[in-house]
């Protein structure tokens, strides 16, 4: 099965949020999918390699970008940084145009682990599939080192930020949040027990892989 096929991502809009290989996994499922595809942000994404940029409100020009590339990215360019932020055209109107909306929901300023503020993450309200990230990179490293938002992390883990972030508490912490439909253990290739450790003790369906080497499957 494919990695979309697997976490269960079909037509319409789709948010990936988490660490530790969001913008990997968004970059594989538009390489597989079906039909045509707008990769987009609700808060911040730096434009995808090889992938034609659609900074225009305008429905046309972004209907003549996928005409012409199955795969677009689309967002408003922030020159400072050279992130994109959230289009002006809406999510909504996205949607009309491609068969696939792929959406980076939140940041986690390249740490593999994360917990959410309250206004985190932005999901669209006709998302339809909410798949969450972790990079196994960070399971038994101290939470203030590998987790973004460390204080937030350790209220909901109910630990010190000194502590290791076990699966235990990665786990409790993802649970109280309770933000997703389906969870990706991610980096699997760097702490395998660890990921299946984590997968295992998740209360949503879970899996365990490698986005770059484009396989997952269950713990």
């Known amino acids: 099965m494919t990695l979309a096929e697997t976490l269960g991502v079909g037509p319409g809009v789709t948010s990936v949020i988490g660490s530790g290989g969001k913008t990997s996994l968004l970059a594989a499922l538009a390489r597989e999918l079906p039909g045509t595809v707008v990769l987009t942000t609700t808060t911040h994404i730096l434009p995808f390699e090889g992938v034609p940029l659609v900074t225009s409100a305008d429905p046309g020009a972004i209907a003549e970008a996928l005409a012409a590339s199955r795969v677009v990215c689309v967002g408003s360019q922030v020159e400072k940084n050279g992130k994109l932020v959230t289009p002006e055209l809406g999510i909504d109107a996205l949607a009309s145009l491609a068969d696939h909306v792929l959406v980076?929901?939140?940041?986690?300023?390249?740490?593999?682990?994360?917990?959410?503020?309250?206004?985190?993450?932005?999901?669209?309200?006709?998302?339809?599939?909410?798949?969450?990230?972790?990079?196994?990179?960070?399971?038994?490293?101290?939470?203030?080192?590998?987790?973004?938002?460390?204080?937030?992390?350790?209220?909901?883990?109910?630990?010190?930020?000194?502590?290791?972030?076990?699966?235990?508490?990665?786990?409790?912490?993802?649970?109280?949040?309770?933000?997703?439909?389906?969870?990706?253990?991610?980096?699997?290739?760097?702490?395998?027990?660890?990921?299946?450790?984590?997968?295992?003790?998740?209360?949503?369906?879970?899996?365990?892989?490698?986005?770059?080497?484009?396989?997952?499957?269950?713990?």
Do not use: M
């Open 104 to 219: 980076e929901a939140d940041g986690a300023r390249r740490l593999p682990l994360k917990a959410h503020a309250a206004w985190e993450p932005v999901i669209p309200a006709c998302s339809g599939r909410t798949v969450i990230v972790f990079g196994a990179s960070g399971i038994g490293r101290p939470v203030r080192d590998v987790v973004h938002r460390p204080e937030i992390f350790c209220e909901l883990a109910g630990c010190a930020p000194d502590d290791a972030a076990t699966p235990k508490l990665v786990a409790r912490a993802a649970g109280a949040e309770a933000l997703a439909d389906v969870a990706l253990v991610n980096q699997v290739d760097v702490a395998p027990d660890a990921a299946r450790d984590l997968a295992v003790l998740l209360d949503l369906p879970a899996y365990v892989g490698s986005v770059r080497a484009g396989a997952i499957t269950l713990p």
